[in-house]
């Protein structure tokens, strides 16, 4: 996560759907978003490789975008 810590004014234009303030929103939890779609694979040779699985950080994303407007804190 960005070292800069997330304003309530911010999150609360977030929750009442201001695309801006979803993108900062993504935008800070980036980091934290990429260590979930993490992925480690064994290649034919037998070494791991390690790679942010795009489909999954977008299904994350998405799932996070879709619960902002049920936050009961902000409301």
Same mark, same amino acid.
């Given at each position: 996560?960005?070292?800069?810590?997330?304003?309530?004014?911010?999150?609360?234009?977030?929750?009442?759907? %201001?695309? $801006?303030?979803?993108? !900062?929103?993504? /935008?800070? +939890?980036?980091?934290?978003?990429?260590?979930?779609?993490?992925?480690?694979?064994?290649?034919?040779?037998?070494?791991?490789?390690?790679?942010? %699985?795009? $489909?999954?950080?977008? !299904?994350?994303? /998405?799932? +996070?975008?879709?619960?902002?407007?049920?936050?009961?804190?902000?409301?």
């Amino acid at each position: 996560m960005n070292e800069k810590k997330l304003d309530y004014e911010t999150a609360y234009r977030a929750v009442h759907g %201001d695309h $801006d303030a979803q993108m !900062k929103v993504l /935008a800070y +939890y980036d980091s934290y978003i990429n260590a979930l779609a993490t992925r480690e694979e064994v290649t034919a040779d037998g070494s791991m490789v390690r790679y942010v %699985d795009e $489909d999954l950080k977008a !299904k994350i994303q /998405a799932g +996070y975008l879709e619960a902002l407007p049920k936050c009961k804190a902000m409301r």
